[in-house]
């Protein structure tokens, strides 16, 4: 069965404390894997895609990247605004299948 | 950048009522979705649509339908709303095989 499972399911941070969510997955033909981060009270903005084991893709403080059985975003040198919870998803036809999200909290 | 509006943040119906909820997207995207969001449950599929008049079942489609006339505008109908169907109702937009989806703001809907 196709499954996508996200930990820890929270994380606190020190400002500047970087560290690693984790996203292991198990689908038939990965076609993408999906990141986005979700404000309270707010939809999902979409952050990266990455469609291949060893591809990594960069966005300010947050870098994605992508093995056959898991993805990784490590968030460096976080700041308080980096505060959400972050969601990935994986696409089994033309559907997503999202994980539980990590809940992730900088403290200044 | 892609937008995707929905007609309402915040939506308090009673049980019975026969409630739509509306999304637009102005990036003609051929896909769109409908999840709602729950604590503990995560994000979960209610119905999608590639292309207009087309509509296909998700994983939760009991007590919804839904509508898609043009392809910008994809809308959520609750026949009879219930208390359960009290959620966070999200619409997606997106283009091609590869699925990145664009979100809504949401709208939180509460059955009384």
């Known amino acids: 069965e196709d499954q996508v499972t996200q930990s820890p399911e929270a994380l606190r941070l020190q400002e500047g404390e970087s560290s690693s969510l984790n996203c292991s997955y198990t689908?038939?033909?990965?076609?993408?894997l999906f990141w986005y981060r979700q404000d309270p009270g707010k939809g999902p903005e979409f952050l990266f895609t990455?469609?291949?084991a060893g591809e990594e893709k960069e966005k300010e403080r947050l870098k994605a990247t992508l093995t056959k059985k898991e993805s990784f975003l490590h968030i460096t040198a976080p700041k308080p605004e980096d505060s959400a919870t972050y969601l990935c998803a994986v696409q089994r036809g033309g559907k997503l299948i999202f994980g539980q999200g990590t809940e992730l909290s900088v403290k200044p | 950048d892609v937008k995707v509006t929905q007609s309402s943040r915040y939506l308090v119906k009673r049980t019975g009522e026969k409630v739509f909820l509306e999304c637009v997207q102005d990036m003609d995207h051929e896909n769109m979705f409908w999840y709602r969001q729950d604590p503990g449950l995560g994000l979960r599929l209610i119905y999608f649509?590639?292309?207009?008049?087309?509509?296909e079942k998700g994983d939760i489609p009991e007590g919804y339908s839904v509508s898609r006339e043009k392809k910008e505008r994809f809308s959520l109908i609750l026949e009879s709303a219930s208390t359960n169907q009290t959620s966070m109702y999200l619409c997606?937009?997106?283009?091609?095989?590869?699925?990145?989806?664009?979100f809504g703001p949401g709208t939180r809907l509460t059955v009384l």
């Open positions: 689908v038939s033909g990965l076609r993408g």
């Open positions: 997606a937009s997106g283009q091609g095989l590869i699925n990145e989806q664009f």
């Open positions: 990455l469609y291949s």
């Open positions: 649509s590639y292309d207009v008049k087309m509509k």
